[in-house]
């Protein structure tokens, strides 16, 4: 990869995604994608997933115990005979993304889809509100002591955000 930038974000985002699934890069040519993996392509055409979409998706995948192959194009995109081959298309959008960019985008997005499945939000997700981010440091705070000192778990705060608990309607 060119970019250090895009490198690093990639490395970010394969680091946490580790936390969740096991997972590689890899840049090979079209013969040896492997015949048993799930293959998805990345393509224009391609159905466009939100990213709870995406996290019911991966978790079909995961039930199903088979390994998943993302396949990104280059500049003039993917062979018409891999788009083909493969089980299911995801776009990203009607944007032509440099190859390098739409690998940090699936990253962040199969990151989000794992945190969305495990219900889990970050301290550090830009999306959370301060009485979120105050609720979740109560909850690990709660966890921490319930494990050091045997008490039970506390309850889930009561929290206006949607990342902690049901969304409030």
């Given at each position: 990869m060119k970019s250090a930038a895009l490198r690093a974000a990639c490395d970010d985002y394969l680091s946490r995604i580790r936390h969740y699934a096991k997972i590689e890069e890899r840049e090979v040519k079209e013969a040896r994608i492997p015949e048993d993996s799930r293959l998805i392509a990345l393509a224009r055409t391609g159905e466009a997933w939100s990213s709870e979409q995406l996290a019911g998706l991966t978790g079909r995948w995961e039930m199903e115990g088979r390994d998943v192959t993302f396949v990104i194009g280059d500049a003039d995109g993917?062979?018409?005979?891999?788009?083909?081959?493969?089980?299911?298309?995801?776009?990203?959008?009607?944007?032509?993304?440099?190859?390098?960019?739409?690998?940090?985008?699936?990253?962040?997005?199969?990151?989000?889809?794992?945190?969305?499945?495990?219900?889990?939000?970050?301290?550090?997700?830009?999306?959370?509100?301060?009485?979120?981010?105050?609720?979740?440091?109560?909850?690990?705070?709660?966890?921490?002591?319930?494990?050091?000192?045997?008490?039970?778990?506390?309850?889930?705060?009561d929290v206006p955000g949607r990342h902690c608990g049901a969304a409030r309607s």
């Open positions: 993917l062979p018409e005979n891999i788009i083909t081959r493969a089980e299911q298309s995801w776009s990203l959008g009607p944007l032509t993304l440099p190859h390098e960019l739409a690998r940090v985008v699936v990253y962040e997005q199969l990151y989000r889809a794992f945190t969305i499945r495990r219900a889990r939000s970050t301290i550090a997700d830009p999306d959370l509100s301060a009485a979120d981010r105050a609720a979740l440091l109560t909850l690990a705070r709660g966890a921490i002591e319930a494990a050091l000192y045997g008490r039970t778990l506390p309850e889930l705060p």
